[in-house]
């Protein structure tokens, strides 16, 4: 069953780079299923083979993209609101791809554009996915709630004017931080297909440990930097980005003096977002609070804990932190089987 998994493994990555579009953002959602119940939902060869399309998406020229700029503004409008785009794109993800430009107005920017095709393909390759969903099925992998979750996130995905809202929210939320850069959306150029937005420079890939060290960035304090960010979107805000990897999370030196350089956090992709109810921000906070206490009660932690992970719920806390062990309900046995990523 090994080699079967194996072959079939790269036959999906094949598919996902000949179709592309959302074949690839299938690929992308497999390939983060990491450890744990996402290892007994998927077997774990899919993950690591289809990983490969989480940093080699496949760019389209700019001739390939413009008649989607032409299509939402007409030809004279995006002549009067671009002196210039470059051809070369700068990024290209599984729905769309980024070109940097200037405005008539002077302002550098980004000018994000939905794949010309993928709205006409989208409900035909949401029906293929859901029949893939239910072949699979009786062989034992139950992969139905995976395309649900999918299907909406993609949905809510390609409208670049919910995307552009949800960045907007994000925006104010975090105004009072200097440490972080979210782009502002430039609206006379942006529309349900296009976001444009103002363009940052000297972005730093968070995975790219040479260039951190190159712009005396302490990994470690970007780290902390970037923990602290998302918990307060979650934790505070009750709104989280929903695809925080290393092409929507960069870094970027905000200001140097003699005792070294301090970090700033640049957080691209609103698409998907997820909102949380005020009871569960309040009950994660009132988790963390148990489990961090100096003599975390075990009681309060498995409470809480349940109304979040059900029967993993003794796993919960070593989610949130591994030094949590303290406050979380486990066995040796128990710790064991989480070190080995087998949850029951």
């Known amino acids: 069953m090994k080699s079967v998994h194996e072959a079939v493994s790269r036959k999906c990555l094949e598919l996902a780079k000949e179709n592309g579009g959302i074949y690839n953002k299938a690929g992308q959602f497999v390939a983060s299923l990491q450890g744990g119940a996402g290892d007994k939902g998927v077997p774990r060869v899919y993950v690591e083979t289809l990983s490969e399309l989480t940093d080699n998406a496949p760019k389209q020229t700019f001739e390939a993209m413009r008649p989607v700029l032409v299509e939402e503004f007409g030809e004279e409008r995006v002549d009067a609101l671009f002196e210039s785009i470059e051809s070369a794109p700068i990024a290209a993800a599984s729905l769309a791809q980024v070109h940097r430009a200037k405005t008539r107005k002077g302002e550098d920017a980004a000018v994000k554009i939905i794949y010309p095709w993928l709205r006409r393909d989208l409900a035909s390759d949401f029906a293929v996915v859901r029949m893939m969903g ?77 260039a951190l060290r190159r712009a005396h960035l302490d990994p470690q304090e970007c780290g902390r930097l970037i923990c602290d960010v998302f918990s307060e979107m979650l934790l505070c805000h009750g709104h989280v980005h929903g695809d925080p990897h290393c092409g929507n999370v960069y870094l970027r030196v905000r200001e140097c003096s003699h005792r070294g350089c301090l970090p700033g956090v640049v957080i691209l992709d609103h698409g998907l977002y997820h909102d949380i109810s005020e009871e569960t921000r309040r009950d994660m906070c009132r988790l963390i609070l148990a489990c961090a206490s100096p003599l975390p009660s075990r009681r309060e932690v498995e409470r809480l804990a349940t109304k979040f992970a059900g029967p993993l719920h003794k796993f919960f806390p070593l989610i949130l932190s591994p030094w949590f062990i303290f406050g979380a309900p486990m066995s040796a046995s128990d710790l064991i089987a989480a070190k080995q990523k087998r949850l029951p």
Do not use: C
Not at 140 to 156: N, P, Y
Not at 171 to 194: C, F, G, M, N, W
């Open 134 to 210: 239910d072949s699979i099925q009786p062989g034992g992998f139950d992969l139905k709630w995976i395309v649900r979750d999918f299907e909406q996130s993609i949905s809510s995905e390609v409208d670049f004017e919910h995307e552009a809202a949800n960045g907007e929210t994000t925006r104010k939320q975090l105004s009072h931080r200097v440490d972080v850069t979210i782009p502002r959306v430039i609206y006379e150029a942006s529309s349900s297909s296009i976001m444009t937005t103002e363009f940052v420079e000297d972005m730093i890939r968070v995975s790219d440990a040479e």
